[in-house]
């Protein structure tokens, strides 16, 4: 099973809609001991998942702030890489989309709605999330 590394520490900013990351952390992707990583590097900044006004009607609020949004946020930015065997690799948008099902698949499972949760919104990422792919 995959693994984030630590805790998620974060501090809201002034604006009112965006945190910033007091420590790092790191998802190993695929197994706890995988030699594919994403390392989400201090003072990173994310505004978590950003969900549309119609999907929060029917997304539980402990959708939003978890590690899986702010992985999805680091990998869709500018660099949108990760480590494979300790050497920086390009991913795509589709590949980025796939590891954060899979990290929400950590974050949910002890929700009862958590596979489907993660569903839906891996759906309204593959949907509407490519005009955010820079």
Do not use: C
């Amino acid at each position: 099973m995959s693994s984030f590394t630590s805790e998620l520490i974060i501090e809201p900013l002034e604006n009112g809609k965006d945190f910033q990351l007091k420590r790092p952390f790191t998802y190993h992707i695929g197994s706890k001991y995988s030699r594919q990583w994403v390392k989400v590097n201090v003072n990173f900044i994310t505004d978590f998942a950003s969900i549309p006004k119609l999907l929060t009607m029917l997304l539980p609020a402990w959708a939003k702030y978890q590690k899986s949004a702010v992985l999805h946020d680091w990998m869709y930015g500018a660099t949108h890489t990760i480590f494979d065997n300790g050497k920086l690799r390009l991913i795509k948008r589709k590949r980025a989309d796939e590891i954060f099902y899979e990290a929400m698949g950590i974050e949910f499972r002890d929700h009862k709605s958590g596979k489907f949760i993660a569903w839906i919104e891996y759906t309204a990422v593959r949907m509407f999330a490519k005009f955010a792919w820079r």
